[in-house]
């Protein structure tokens, strides 16, 4: 199925994994959709996993919302960004890599 450039939210947190566009419920979860359009936010750097042979990071704004980055995405942050103590500010956006789903910066 085609990624309609929506994204699914649980909790207030963007589900890292793929739900069926137009899902409104994921177990006992409410799926609350919103449109993929730029946001501004000061992300902090929050913390890491591995999993399937690859590396994300967890990403909190100013609002405890947690998302979810790609090694390589973060790479681009760090390369492009003005990181100061953990703390980033700019413009961000949904991304899809496979069936999972991450947040990337786009800049200030």
Known sequence: MAWDGK??????HMAYYQIVPGTITYGRYVVVWRENVPFSATMY?????GVSGS??????DEYNVQYNM?????????RKGNL???YI????????????????????
């Open 45 to 49: 750097i929050h913390n890491y996993y």
């Open 89 to 108: 500010h700019g413009k961000w956006m949904f991304c899809k890599k496979g069936t999972k789903y991450g947040v990337k910066y786009i800049g200030i």
């Open 84 to 86: 100061a103590e953990g």
């Open 55 to 60: 590396v994300r990071f967890i990403l909190t």
């Open 7 to 12: 994204v699914a939210f649980i909790d207030d």
């Open 70 to 78: 790609f090694c390589s995405d973060m790479f681009d942050m760090l």
